[in-house]
């Protein structure tokens, strides 16, 4: 299902933006079984501001690491810490994730903060004027 028409601009946009592109980080092959690794990705675009919202349930603020890079962001999520975790979530948080996403034009990759709390990931960059 679409969220406009095919005939809609803005459709590619979307789908570029929104799509799948969030990939496991890994130095083995191994595969948790019936796993779709798909992240939710909020894009809030309000007077001055643009927000890139995350959700990386079971990681902490020490595992985050969000790198921008002129027209790119990279979000970089790996469990630290696996105290009182069962084996299969440790396996799962321990291979970890990857997000890359193009930023659109009106972002200024300059100014930016970013803040992590109960598994949200919040990236707020000023607009260029």
């Not at 799509?19 to 890994?26: D, L, T």
């Not at 921008?68 to 975790?85: C, D, H, M, S």
């Not at 970890?96 to 109960?118: E, M, Q």
Request: overall charge negative; some cysteine; hydrophobic content about 35%.
């Amino acid at each position: 299902m679409s969220f406009f028409d095919d005939q809609d601009p803005f459709e590619d946009i979307l789908r570029d933006f929104f799509g799948r592109s969030a990939s496991p980080v890994s130095n083995s092959e191994e595969i948790i079984s019936g796993e779709d690794d798909e992240r939710i990705i909020d894009f809030i675009e309000i007077r001055d501001k643009l927000f890139l919202v995350f959700e990386l349930p079971g990681y902490d603020k020490q595992d985050v690491l969000v790198v921008v890079k002129k027209n790119e962001i990279e979000i970089v999520a790996k469990k630290q810490n696996f105290e009182n975790l069962p084996d299969y979530l440790s396996r799962k948080l321990n291979t970890g994730i990857l997000i890359k996403k193009n930023l659109p034009k009106s972002a200024n990759y300059k100014k930016f903060n970013h803040t992590f709390k109960n598994g949200i990931l919040e990236v707020c960059f000023e607009k260029i004027k």
